[in-house]
């Protein structure tokens, strides 16, 4: 099945820095990679996601890119504030599922005044 | 729009007593609906998921199981905890469809076995 591997597992940057997570995957018709935030003692919230069409996509100070051959993706946050502190998940398509996602280990953003 | 609820938000067990946990989506129709534990703040393990009414598919055989009673409604349950199940329980729904979608997750319920 697929395998999805997330680095690094913590992370500290300073306010205003960019931040870049990524997350290589073993299935290469993976199609779909969902990135999600999650704050202390709250359920994951979609913050961006990029199907295997496109390269790359941003919204505002988030964007993900996607190299289809080098079966990776990443997550870059530029301009960080203190607020984007939170862990991040990586995901992908359960090989042969439209049904199931198969999720990263997680990153721990903190982001220092 | 969606929304999809979770209750209790906290829970406190003894060690052998039953557990029910309710997950409701509002909004939608013949949703995917999962459940994941998450344990120690990392790693999101999926429990059960469904396609459809009476549907559950297992993914880690366990002390719990799982029903989908109606269309937008999930339950998680347990006859008998352990201290091992005490953890983040996070519900999830998706729309049906062939290719791979979003899951969107409920607030979550935390509970501690004791």
């Known amino acids: 099945g697929e395998n999805v591997e997330q680095h690094p597992s913590t992370l500290s940057v300073q306010e205003g820095d960019s931040a870049v997570i990524k997350c290589t995957y073993s299935?290469?018709?993976?199609?779909?990679f969902p990135w999600y935030k999650q704050e202390l003692g709250k359920g994951p919230q979609l913050i961006i996601d990029i199907r295997s069409n496109v390269g790359e996509k941003k919204d505002q100070r988030i964007a993900v890119t996607l190299n289809k051959t080098a079966k990776h993706f990443s997550l870059h946050i530029t301009e960080t504030q203190p607020e984007d502190s939170a862990v991040y998940f990586c995901a992908a398509p359960v090989s042969g599922s439209a049904r199931q996602l198969t999720f990263g280990s997680g990153t721990q953003l903190t982001v220092l005044p | 729009s969606q929304t999809i609820h979770q209750w209790p938000a906290t829970l406190v067990q003894p060690v052998g007593s039953p557990l029910s946990l309710e997950c409701t989506v509002e909004g939608t129709s013949n949703p995917n609906l999962y459940w994941y534990r998450q344990a120690a703040g990392r790693g999101l393990q999926l429990l059960f998921y469904?396609?459809?009414?009476?549907?559950i598919s297992s993914e880690v055989p366990q002390n719990l199981s799982a029903s989908r009673p109606q269309d937008r409604q999930f339950i998680l349950s347990s006859k008998k905890l352990l201290l091992s199940d005490s953890g983040f329980y996070l519900c999830?729904?998706?729309?049906?469809?062939?290719?791979?979608?979003?899951?969107?997750f409920g607030p979550g319920t935390r509970l501690l076995v004791l």
């Open positions: 999830a729904w998706s729309v049906q469809g062939n290719r791979a979608k979003t899951q969107y």
């Open positions: 299935d290469s018709a993976s199609n779909y």
């Open positions: 469904s396609v459809g009414i009476g549907q």
